[in-house]
């Protein structure tokens, strides 16, 4: 029964807080006017109650409503009730230990599971995977651990970002970390561009938007797909 | 007694591995003909062997013979007997889990305690620190912990990189990152351009190379320090 859209980012450059999508978020919650937000990865430290603004601002545009998950006093019970979810970017890092703090994974996977609609951006579409264990994101907190809420049988590599060849630095490319992580992981990566998403249906998972996506997959050359792909075979 | 150089990179773009700084690790290393180097952060997922063969290939430019920890029995006894070492770059999250499984934390902090040369780049610099929560690197593996060995009272950011005004990508710049674990987190950061490093002289601490490097102190607006800059003060 899952319904999910899993997007790369909130914002495309250029435009509003997640205007480019909005479309897409009308249909998938088109059977609820409330949405409840979890805005524990605060992007640039901003405040839950900040962080909930800007979200209930764009949802305005689609006429939805939206609470944020840390005005209810349990928030277990929050999710339980919640019509639909949305989990937005920041800190994947400080996104996953406040999930565990507040004992929200098995709450959400049922949830997910009885078809609530969710939607993650950013670190909220890292937490979709198998584990937290390809995100960008610098670890200034150490969760209990990097599993995650295992939405999809793979993992994401939101911002997805090509090689630069004219660069200088000599950091790792993206492509070259998440060489390194088939090194100790076998499960597929799905290195999602800015304004790319994942559409989830019970079982089908298809590429959205107008950019190919690239896989990674464990011992075999890394290659694109168009939008439109299925890709429930990948795991 | 501590005798430690904390370089950014290995490399430095168009030009070999580690020949930059190669003038003052003749210094560094002048007492020994030997040094023991760590490879356990395995850049590109590279071997142990490979890894050290590269860095074996390095010294011998300046007369020093290089022996991986790896071929070893006993890594902890290792380090007791080390007359120099090296721990090079690679993932962080590796690295810092190999340590700890080996149990070489409290084995690192004795040697350089007692003025065994230390040269540490990249992964290897940001061991250093008070914890690796600054790292670059993608968490691909679980360490048992974020602790580091402290070698300096603060946070190192290595392969520092201003943000690119030009770019259309919505990723976190690494100040905003850094930003972000202040929020969590009090002890000063030091973002290290490649090309930089700080030379440890007991309680010294001397910013070295030709670039200015950035200092993130918490509550503070980030601020930039010339080359020859005393840094025993930030903790």
Redesign the interface.
């Known amino acids: 029964m899952k319904n999910i859209i899993i997007a790369s980012?909130s914002?495309?450059?250029?435009s509003g807080y997640l205007d480019y999508i909005l479309d897409d978020l009308t249909v998938l919650f088109k059977e609820t006017e409330e949405i409840l937000f979890v805005p524990y990865a605060?992007?640039?430290?901003i405040s839950h109650d900040e962080y909930t603004k800007t979200v209930t601002n764009a949802f305005a545009k689609i006429n939805k409503k939206v609470k944020g998950i840390h005005t209810y006093e349990d928030p277990i019970e929050a999710i339980k009730k919640a019509k639909a979810i949305f989990i937005g970017g920041?800190?994947t890092?400080?996104l996953t230990n406040q999930l565990y703090k507040n004992n929200l994974i098995g709450a959400l996977q049922t949830a997910i599971k009885n078809g609530i609609p969710y939607l993650g951006t950013s670190a909220g579409s890292n937490i979709c995977g198998l584990t937290?264990?390809?995100?960008?994101?610098?670890?200034?907190?150490?969760p209990p651990?990097?599993n995650a809420l295992g939405f999809v049988p793979f993992n994401i590599n939101p911002?997805y970002?090509d090689p630069d060849k004219g660069s200088?630095?000599?950091?790792?490319t993206r492509e070259?970390?998440?060489?390194?992580?088939?090194?100790?992981?076998n499960q597929p990566v799905i290195g999602l561009r800015?304004g790319s998403w994942l559409e989830v249906k019970n079982d089908s998972i298809i590429l959205k938007g107008h950019l190919t996506a690239r896989i990674f997959e464990y011992n075999k050359t890394p290659y694109e797909v168009n939008p439109e792909t299925e890709l429930d075979h990948l795991k």
Request: hydrophobic share 30%.
């Open positions: 980012t914002t495309i450059h250029g605060r992007p640039s430290g920041g800190n890092f400080v937290i264990k390809t995100t960008n994101d610098m670890p200034i907190v150490y651990s990097f911002h970002l200088k630095h000599m950091g790792e070259t970390r998440i060489k390194e992580f088939h090194n100790f992981n800015e």
